[in-house]
């Protein structure tokens, strides 16, 4: 009976630890489950909404969506109003590209040296300079270059501030470099080890090994990397609203001052009337922002989708 006793105790021990183990389980899985739900209705709340406040201003104050894109002229408190933000577009573009072409170079070189050329102390230099860009707020970037940089360019320039495309364009690439080489290290890192002896077998110098094999296997998620760093460019505002001029105007040289579509819209949002066509129009400005943000994403998931390491 003892024996019997003591039998049944631990088989409902079991049971019962199985029921719990069953429990956490469907717990863990609802809670898992409610916070996915939870981001993709916020994200497409946020589509929704932007799509709608955008499109008021074609669908309800009659805004031609061709001169809203392809127009020069941004006057909306004009007795003849204008709304064209093709210069806020191309100065988005313009910043964006330069600083991706200054910053993606030095952040896969960086990438490479603390992966390739000195792994053990390499990374234990560049890594911390790396974390300690990454926290400084984009307001200090923004101070910085418009108490140092800003002036340094003025020297250069025959009339007027510094304030200029080359300017917004020097703080982005400084700003897009942590994201970039931080990226690019974590793929130099996780290709595999027998490419690199393979090479090395075959009488290939290191360089050779970097240049010619592990570069291209690396090469989607390298230009992942890049991506991201655009995106993270296209959209800021503060800092480069700090040191580019914030003009209406189309810039013929780096040293003209510009405007870029985020500037535009943290200058003249708490000076419209909300629901009024100069509010609306700001509203298309951050639809076109949504619309971009969604074709990088998807140029980024192509190529994540062409790594073949």
């Known amino acids: 009976m003892i024996n019997n006793r003591e039998n049944m105790s631990v088989s409902e021990r079991l049971i019962s630890s199985r029921q719990n183990r069953q429990l956490d389980e469907v717990r863990g899985r609802m809670i898992v489950t409610a916070c996915a739900l939870i981001m993709i209705a916020a994200s497409v709340a946020i589509t929704i909404f932007l799509g709608v406040k955008g499109l008021q201003s074609f669908l309800v104050n009659g805004v ?162 890049v991506v991201l760093g655009m995106a993270r460019a296209f959209g800021e505002a503060l800092a480069v609203q700090m040191v580019i001029g914030n003009t209406r105007v189309l810039p013929e040289s780096l040293f003209d001052t510009a405007g870029t579509l985020t500037t535009i819209i943290t200058l003249n949002m708490g000076h419209t009337t909300y629901g009024s066509v100069e509010n609306n129009t700001l509203w298309s400005m951050g639809l076109v922002l949504l619309v971009m943000s969604f074709l990088f994403i998807l140029l980024i998931r192509y190529l994540s989708s062409r790594r073949k390491v």
């Open 64 to 225: 031609s969506p061709i001169e809203f894109l392809t127009s020069l002229n941004w006057n909306p408190t004009d007795t003849d109003p204008k709304y064209g933000v093709l210069p806020f577009i191309f100065g988005s573009f313009a910043v964006t590209i330069l600083s991706a072409l200054i910053a993606a170079p030095l952040g896969i070189a960086g990438a490479i040296f603390m992966t390739e050329i000195a792994p053990n102390w390499g990374k234990k230099v560049l890594q911390p300079v790396i974390e300690l860009l990454v926290g400084i707020p984009s307001v200090v970037y923004g101070f910085i270059g418009l108490t140092v940089l800003v002036p340094f360019i003025a020297q250069f320039k025959s009339s007027g501030t510094g304030h200029s495309l080359l300017a917004g364009t020097i703080v982005l690439s400084v700003m897009i470099l942590p994201t970039i080489t931080s990226i690019s290290a974590d793929a130099m890192a996780s290709l595999p080890k027998s490419l690199r002896e393979g090479s090395y077998a075959l009488g290939a110098t290191r360089w050779q090994t970097i240049r010619k094999v592990l570069v291209p296997a690396a090469f989607p998620t390298l230009m992942t990397a």
